[in-house]
């Protein structure tokens, strides 16, 4: 019935060979992730150059009855921009060539950009404007705004900025029926019905393919404040946490803990890296402010607040960042935590977020939790405490791992035993990274079948063929 | 078909006779807006004190195909809380008996609350904990956190803190089903599936009624700082505000900028009330920095910007507050200006926004476009400026108004040319106040067609009976 040449030929026609993929090594980086998890077959992967070339793909598909998966940098950690394994294979709509920077706005702290835009890159055309887009992380170099925007990324600066969700202001999105809805809108007050941007925020392709965004820039900070500190335990750096708040308000812009075992595995495994502080305790916490101004008066605020800090016990050791090579010496201590962990053996990476004062508590129960399956299994934790988001990762070092009998069950029993933690706790198993593949089974045991109704719901009015990566972020609907 | 005496009856049985209110003078206070300018019959007044009586009521109101209105505070300014002139007379749903303030974390930095807490109750608490809770307008005394939520309410903090919609993390919220969906997540990242609070929150009762809510609470800023400048005009108060959020940074929490017919009408109208700057000049700024730490280092940030701003030609004259009293009655005078145009005369109010770069383009163009329909009509100014929300007022004294033939006629024509304006410039019709009933025409006029099928397909599916809030929002359904 799908006759796939016939589809081909028409996306030929409409946005020409050279923008139509169908060789094997054309497809090779399309058809699986970056980490090598995820990989499925595909029709065809389209370049379109215009939104106009977006609506005329997802016109075609729909007419075929094509499922369309959009992928922008391809940088997902939830399998959420591959193929599936299983179903017709869809057409991958990759978004790198709507790659303009429509226009900037600084008076208005906007700029507008194709969804196919590197981040680093809007990052970069805001700094040239004197201004700030705050999303920060690990994948800045590679992943696209319209991805970000589909998972709703988090990242480094969301204590202070918020998610991506906070910083879009207008959305243009093709939708599963070819129309183009221009929601460009470049205003901060618009009380005028629903709210239809942010049903596409966090939907992860399901609804339509995000093809611009106007998002919100911030003014430059011209000072920044750094210190790396060695604390006794998460209920410290808690602590520590509503001090910098009290005392630093809206100047705190991160509040990174990262235990023993991950800083271990930094300097063990990425060469170059060096711990700021002489005796690596158990706890540490990188701490960032930062403002307009002069850096004097910032440093100065920084070291009144950890001098209390330290008199209240709260702070073993503290190294306050002498310079700007020293402050980027410690971001990237922290942005190497993935590249350790990936060479330090197998870790079974959570993406968990609590109420920010069921940190400490929910730690603890959630070692214990996975103990009781293995005892003693080291757990990494690399947590954005400042938004109760903690990535708590069981970790097997390679002998262990293969010496499991059942890797795959093992991996289950300890992700569900942490997760459920979690949900005891009121918490989330997918803060930032998004549901994509990895994590549906997780929706249907953790969501309450009402908000899995409503979900449903919503899709049904938006995509009632179900081509917009079908079988993505949603269980199956039991009424469908 | 549709059966009252019934249907009161089984509101008595559920909720108990007290609770159900069908007496003229009873439900009075329930028929009409503050101002009078909206009434109409309804079946009955019903006070729920549960999110289970809320359900009940639901139920039974579905069962028997009445329509269904929440009522928070009452203090809607279009017309969207009380019961419309034709159709089936609603059961109002008023929500003041459910106002417990369901616990506060401040180590998280959240309140739990029911919808009926009046905002200033939810303030207060959160001062008590030592947090801030950032919405703030006029009428904070009376007006009701469910409807803050249903109208996605704005006020003066928006600048900092974001409108209600930001300030949200979770909501309860019995559906038009009756089913209760809890939502109340404290979490700051939650990547799972659509966020369908921000669906609820500004949908003014046509989804659902918001029973419970958590909030997000802010350090409690130690320090304020303010000014009254009075600038040339709009385009010297837009550069003042790029030079106070470039030295400022997020400190900068309030900037309203007001003309000089709205200074005139607070000092004709309103006892007591003085303006700061001794010559009253054209055009007037408020700026207010709030921060943690010292007052004295504040002060001195806003006096030194200001500096920079009267050497550049921007400010004709400054007063900054010299105590917390006088800091108050700027704030004083600002919360007058309802009160004064009230009584001075009539204002045909509009709620505009526009690219806060756009401000004082929109504001001559605006002007224009009046002054084409009625040569030289005062016109009064008061803007959220930093947020782009325009309160552009075409004021008619008493006798010029009692003169005109066709009053609404002219109310229509003005009021469109305005909105006209403000839609060339991208802006909206409403910011901050919502569409209730008075703007339900602009909605046809001015969203793209596409937007309002969207909008119709998310309403049929929550609320396939078309039950909430029948008539407000959104136009008539032309697939209904």
Known sequence: MISMPQLIDELSQALGAGAVLTGPSDVAAYVEDWRGRYRGPLTAVVLPSTTEEVSLVVRAC?????PILAQGGN?????????AADGVPPVVVALQRLRRIRGIDPRNNTITVDA??????????????????????G?????????????????TGVLRYGN????????????????????????RKNNTGYDLKHLFIGSEGTLGIVTGAVLKLHPLPTAQAMAWL???NPEAALDLLGIMQATCGPRLSAFELLDENQIRLVLEHVPGRRCPVADPAAWHVLVELSDSGDAAELEARLEAALASALEAGLVIDAVVAASGAQRAAFWEFRHSVSEANKKGGVGLTSDTAVPVSAVPAFIEAATAAVHAIVPDLPVVIVAHMGDGNVHFIPFFSFPAWNGLAERDQMARRIRQAVNDTAARFGGTFSAEHGVGQTLVGEMARYKPPVELMLMQA???????????????????????
């Not at 938006?462 to 079988?471: E, K, S, T």
């Open 230 to 232: 060695s604390v006794r």
């Open 458 to 480: 919503v899709k049904r009015a938006f995509d009632p063929a179900g081509l917009f990566n079908p079988g993505r972020l949603l269980p199956p609907d039991p009424t469908a």
């Open 164 to 187: 991506t969700r906070d910083n879009v202001l207008g959305l243009e999105v093709v939708l599963p029926d070819g129309t183009i809805w221009d929601g460009l809108t470049a205003l």
């Open 139 to 155: 994948a800045e170099g590679s992943c696209q705004i319209g991805g970000n925007i589909a998972t709703n990324a988090g990242g």
């Open 75 to 83: 940088t997902s950690l939830s399998g959420g921009a591959v193929p």
């Open 62 to 66: 729909t007419r075929h009855g094509v």
């Open 116 to 137: 196919g835009c590197v981040l680093a890159a809007v990052q970069q055309a805001a700094v040239e404007a004197g201004r700030l887009y705050p999303v920060s992380l």
